[in-house]
């Protein structure tokens, strides 16, 4: 009995290795940054190491914008709707947060609560558009709804409640989450509904659901001609995309000091785009590794270039359109056999 | 009769609700007013329509949403401001801008000139690589150094924001004339030649597919029009800039337009060229790389012209003041050239509410024309319709593609230039611009010429209502309350409307059902 689960068990891991490694390496990642400073574990477990923290919350920044990516990615990558009001459902989440905490002091839970119903409410508003408009016309509308969020959120007539142009502060988080004190705690959470979400969507992507929501990307007029009514599994994939982009706002508000209105721009929008396109459209852990190394460029760019920042960015953008269209998973996919043969002929090389 | 109006029943609805709408928008304002703020909308109507025509041609025939064209609009302004503020820059750069495209120009003769040199394999694959380096080198080692007598971003007294303020106050600052100091003149005119046709040559070498080997005399002859024109710009540079600084502010303005117009046309020719044309096969990806695109273009200007807001001053046929100003009549508005006239005692901006609406119009009309009356305009209008059938009849589309590209960026170049006096440079004009234009096209039909001047207009008319009633408030019926919308509300309007018209007719007023 024991030998087939024996086998199955390093079947799974001998398939998975890479992701394994790369769980295995973010959960030591914040001993190991202490470690370089000289600092014992301990230090680390009473959130004391500076530069372990600082990478702890770089790392949360990038695991919310990795939450963000995806959500985009089932609704453009999978599904294939271009939707460029996107960042409506990011804010909806993060305001909506920092508004019921803050104005109404609502407890966590029920926060979550309230926005997870305010999701879904606006993923059937946007549903309600879906039959009309198809393509660019749904780019367009998504966009004016988009902007309209983004002109109510600035509004000066709304100024107590978000703060308007500023941005929302001053929400206080409750002490046993809270990102200054207890960080270590914020990353594992991060980093454990990251993997939860991640294989969620594998599963999602995986399920006869998904497999139509692909179809409909290759084809939409096949897929309805099979007879699948194509509006319910549209709204199943914006449902899941809005619900995820929400949980990602949510963690924004709580883990930023201030909320700011650009998240509902339709810049932020283009961001989500960016981050998918350097990891590769229609590949799930594409938008994982966009978003790790969509944040680390910029990172590093605002620190060693400061203003022009964003010129190299746009340029990184159209360098990446041009010449690697796929991103890095996509041509991963395709070049691995090649790149597996050349690794074979070189270790033959060598002996 | 009867079968028009029950096909068109919902468009007819909606166009009478509109106008409903603005009678009882008429109502509610003095006549003054409401004769303003109809010119005041129609002059943001025209703007929007100069960028959202050439959008939507280019929509229509490329299908290419070009997220790039707020931006496009925004360098037109700014390069016709260079030429209208600061004419020595402008003849400065014509003489590099000259040798630099001269190699380029040479396009055929370089698959030519491979064939018949004869390399190694592995030269022939190192070759290309060598040549761009050499050619990349060479600019950075010449551009930098050439004389160029331009403003300074980081020194206010010598930023684009003074320069701007003087010569709206009528007097010039004194510009040093640049000198060749740290690179020889001929140096730098033979090297940057050199460089370019390296470069062109080493770009053209990347691509083997083999051409129909024959010489184009055409491709000499422009080259030899650009030598020429670096030559006599170079050598007749003072006298230039002296001619175009003496010249009226008028005759200024007007080269301006045109200079805009024109690089706004050939830069979206070498953007279709360059860029887009090698994703026609992933549509999905031309619309992201104009999104790049638009962020690189924002930040080059911001780069160069500098962050801060500045005006740029309107030329004196509109600019006139004293005497007898705000003239009452035409004819006293004509010996004076005031800047404002009375329209039922309301203040009227001459340039702003009834020149630009008039170019709007002659706009209009001439690309109408263009349309109806060319052959162009028919393979436009054929490739509208259906690309592949106009492909299969032998028509050569990618030549017809280049030239709407530079004909809709070209549009979007002329609608910056006359935008600048009267709404100002920002970094920002182009957004906003563009939204609008959207919203237009997507009110009045995507790829349908008149809907997109329909919607512009709607648009324009919308948002100064808004703004008017803004100042004056509404009052709401059987209360005392007076609503007065806030400056946020006048985007919010307008894409509400855009959302409620798509949903009542997904392919705009005008648009043809799929």
Same mark, same amino acid.
């Given at each position: ?153 600035? =509004? &000066? ?5 978000? !703060?308007?142009?500023?941005? %929302?502060?001053?929400? /206080? @988080?409750?002490?046993? +989450? ?62 899941? =995309? &809005? ?5 990602? !706002?949510?963690?924004?508000? %709580?883990?930023?000091? /201030? @909320?700011?209105?650009? +998240? ?88 | ?514």
């Amino acid at each position: 009995m024991t030998q087939p689960t024996n086998s199955r068990l390093s079947a799974f891991f001998s398939s998975n290795r890479a992701a394994l490694l790369t769980l295995l390496a973010l959960i030591l990642l914040p001993f190991i940054v202490g470690m370089m400073d000289g600092e014992s574990p301990m230090m680390v477990f009473a959130n004391e190491s500076g530069n372990s923290k600082f990478a702890q919350g770089l790392a949360i920044e990038i695991f919310i914008l990795a939450l963000y990516a995806l959500s985009f990615d089932l609704i453009f990558g999978i599904t294939g709707m271009l939707s460029f009001g996107h960042s409506m459902f990011f804010g909806v989440g993060a305001y909506l947060t920092g508004i019921s905490i803050k104005t109404f002091g609502l407890s966590l839970p029920a926060t979550l609560g309230l926005v997870f119903i305010a999701a879904i409410v606006q993923a059937i508003l946007f549903g309600l558009v879906l039959p009309r408009v198809k393509g660019i016309t749904f780019a367009l509308v998504t966009l004016g709804l988009g902007s309209v969020f983004h002109i109510v959120v600035m =509004s &000066s007539e709304l100024g107590p409640y978000t !703060g308007a142009d500023v941005g %929302l502060q001053g929400v /206080i @988080v409750p002490a046993f +989450i809270s990102p200054a004190n207890e960080r270590l705690r914020f990353y594992f959470i991060a980093l454990t509904i990251l993997i939860l979400v991640y294989l969620l969507y594998k599963r999602f992507v995986d399920s006869p659901t998904g497999r139509v929501c692909v179809a409909i990307r290759e084809n939409e007029g096949r897929a309805r001609m099979l007879g699948y009514n194509t509006f319910y599994f549209k709204l199943a994939a914006l449902t899941l =995309s &809005s619900l995820t982009a929400a949980l990602a !706002g949510f963690m924004h508000t %709580l883990y930023q000091p /201030i @909320v700011s209105p650009n +998240i509902a721009n339709m810049g932020f929008t283009v961001t989500a785009l960016l981050i998918i396109l350097i990891g590769g459209v229609g590949t799930l852990s594409g938008a994982l590794v966009g978003a790790v190394v969509y944040r680390l460029l910029d990172f590093g760019l605002r620190r060693y270039i400061g203003e022009s920042a964003s010129f190299i960015s746009g340029a990184v953008y159209v360098l990446f359109v041009l010449f690697i269209p796929f991103g890095i998973v996509g041509t991963w996919k395709m070049k691995s056999l090649q790149i597996k043969q050349g690794w074979q002929r070189l270790q033959k090389l060598f002996g | 009769m009867n079968t028009f109006l029950r096909k068109n029943t919902v468009l007819l609805i909606t166009l009478a609700a509109i106008l409903a709408l603005f009678i009882a928008a008429a109502q509610g304002m003095e006549k003054k007013d409401f004769v303003i703020t109809l010119l005041r909308g129609l002059s943001v109507g025209s703007l929007t329509f100069l960028v959202a025509s050439g959008f939507s041609l280019i929509f229509g025939l490329l299908d290419v949403l070009n997220l790039a064209h707020g931006t496009l609009f925004m360098i037109g302004a700014y390069i016709g401001w260079t030429v209208f503020v600061r004419p020595d820059t402008f003849v400065d750069l014509l003489t590099p801008l000259a040798l630099i495209l001269s190699g380029f120009a040479l396009g055929d003769v370089y698959p030519l000139l491979a064939t018949r040199i004869r390399f190694g394999l592995s030269l022939k694959r190192i070759l290309p690589w060598a040549l761009v380096f050499t050619s990349i080198l060479l600019f950075g080692w010449i551009l930098p150094r050439y004389p160029i007598a331009i403003w300074n971003v980081g020194n206010y007294g010598q930023s684009p924001v003074t320069y701007s303020f003087m010569a709206d106050s009528g007097t010039r600052l004194p510009v040093l004339p640049a000198a060749f100091t740290e690179i020889s003149a001929p140096l730098a005119l033979i090297g940057l030649l050199l460089a370019s046709i390296l470069g062109a040559f080493g770009l053209a070498l990347f691509n083997n597919t083999a051409q129909p080997l024959k010489l184009n005399w055409k491709k000499f002859i422009s080259f030899a029009i650009l030598l020429l024109v670096a030559l006599l710009t170079f050598i007749f540079n003072d006298s230039l800039t002296a001619a175009l600084t003496g010249l009226s502010s008028n005759w200024l303005f007007v080269i301006a337009v045109l200079v805009a117009t024109l690089s706004g046309a050939g830069l979206g020719a070498l953007i279709e060229s360059t860029l887009i044309r090698p994703l026609y096969i992933r549509p999905i990806y031309q619309l992201m790389l104009t999104l790049g695109m638009s962020a690189i273009g924002i930040e080059i200007v911001r780069a160069i012209w500098g962050r801060p807001e500045f005006v740029m001053p309107k030329p004196a046929f509109f600019n006139g003041s004293g005497g007898v100003c705000p003239a009452t009549n035409f004819a006293d508005w004509w010996a004076n050239n005031c800047s404002t006239i009375l329209l039922l005692d309301g203040r009227v901006r001459v340039y702003n509410e009834i020149f630009i609406p008039i170019v709007g119009v002659i706009v209009l009309i001439s690309i109408w024309m263009l349309l109806q009356r060319t052959r162009l305009g028919m393979v436009i209008r054929a490739g509208v319709q259906d690309r592949e059938m106009v492909e299969a009849l032998g028509i050569n589309v990618r030549r017809v593609f280049t030239m709407v590209f530079a004909l809709g960026v070209g549009l979007a170049a002329l609608g910056g230039i006359l935008a600048a006096p009267s709404m100002g440079l920002s970094n920002a004009m182009g957004e906003s611009l563009f939204l609008n234009a959207l919203i237009a096209l997507a009110i009045g039909g995507l790829t349908n010429y008149p809907g997109a001047a329909l919607g512009s207009v709607l648009v324009g008319l919308i948002q100064q209502f808004i703004i008017k009633y803004g100042q004056i408030g509404i009052a709401i019926p059987f209360t005392d309350i007076i609503f007065k919308p806030t400056p946020p509300l006048v985007p919010a309007s307008t894409v509400l409307l855009m959302v409620i018209i798509l949903l009542i007719l997904p392919n705009g007023l005008l648009g043809k059902k799929e």
